[in-house]
């Protein structure tokens, strides 16, 4: 589904992607992790052509992005939640889902909604109400509702727990779950090392623009370097 390879970016002089090699197969539950300012949201958004790498290769389902804006990649079944969630706070819960949909000319709109209500029923109780009376967390499930509503084949979520509490998190963490298990394939970055474990398949661990571990989650859960650095242990 992604193939990156010896992926680079630089903010001018500074190189904050250093040759990241990653995949995501089709199906796949995969997190990111790493400390803050380890270089995971310049990766994501590299990914979604919102930044353009300096170097290395990027393939959605075989096809280079190299040419390609993030609008032509969404409409290709990418669709990024980004790290603050990005909700336009003065329309609606429904009409920032249906924004989601903006690019679809398909019948299956209406349908699709109920589904993300359905997924969601706090979403459906705010649905009159706008964006920006929402809670955080509230907030977070309608930015994974809005990008669901674009029918993603990869889902990119950036730091979907951060500002959140507890019980909400985990709230947020079972909604991305449901998600994989209907199908869709995720790339999750995360600075909660645990949680994102857990819930994925696969893991790579990034340092200063690097990746310096990767492989199945549980044996990352279980590394004692992982867990000395993430894990407070």
């Known amino acids: 589904m992604l193939e990156v390879r010896g992926l680079e970016v630089h903010y001018g002089g500074i190189a904050a992607v250093k040759g990241v090699d990653l995949d995501v197969r089709e199906g796949e539950l995969v997190c990111l992790i790493g400390a803050n300012g380890a270089g995971k949201t310049t990766t994501l958004k590299a990914i979604a052509a919102m930044l353009r790498p300096s170097k290395g290769e990027i393939r959605l389902g075989g096809v280079s992005t190299r040419?390609?804006?993030?609008y032509e990649l969404v409409r290709r079944g990418l669709a990024l939640v980004p790290e603050g969630r990005g909700i336009f706070g003065r329309l609606t819960v429904r009409e920032n889902?249906?924004?989601?949909?903006?690019?679809?000319?398909?019948?299956g709109v209406g349908q699709?909604?109920?589904?993300v209500f359905a997924l969601m029923p706090r979403l459906f109780e705010r649905r009159e109400q706008t964006g920006g009376t929402l809670s955080g967390g509230e907030q977070q499930m309608l930015a994974i509702g809005r990008a669901l509503m674009s029918r993603p084949k990869l889902l990119l979520l950036d730091e979907p727990s951060m500002g959140l509490a507890p019980l909400i998190v985990q709230k947020v963490f079972e909604t991305i779950q449901s998600v994989a298990r209907d199908g869709v394939t995720i790339l999750l970055v995360e600075q909660n090392a645990k949680l994102a474990l857990q819930l994925a398949g696969r893991?790579?661990?990034?340092?200063?623009?690097?990746?310096?571990?990767?492989?199945?989650?549980?044996?990352?859960?279980?590394d004692r370097r992982v867990r000395e650095a993430y894990l407070g242990e």
């Open 67 to 70: 040419a390609l804006a993030s």
């Open 97 to 107: 889902l249906e924004m989601g949909a903006y690019h679809r000319n398909d019948g």
């Open 112 to 115: 699709d909604l109920e589904k």
């Open 203 to 222: 893991g790579y661990v990034m340092e200063s623009g690097a990746i310096v571990l990767a492989g199945e989650a549980s044996a990352l859960l279980a």
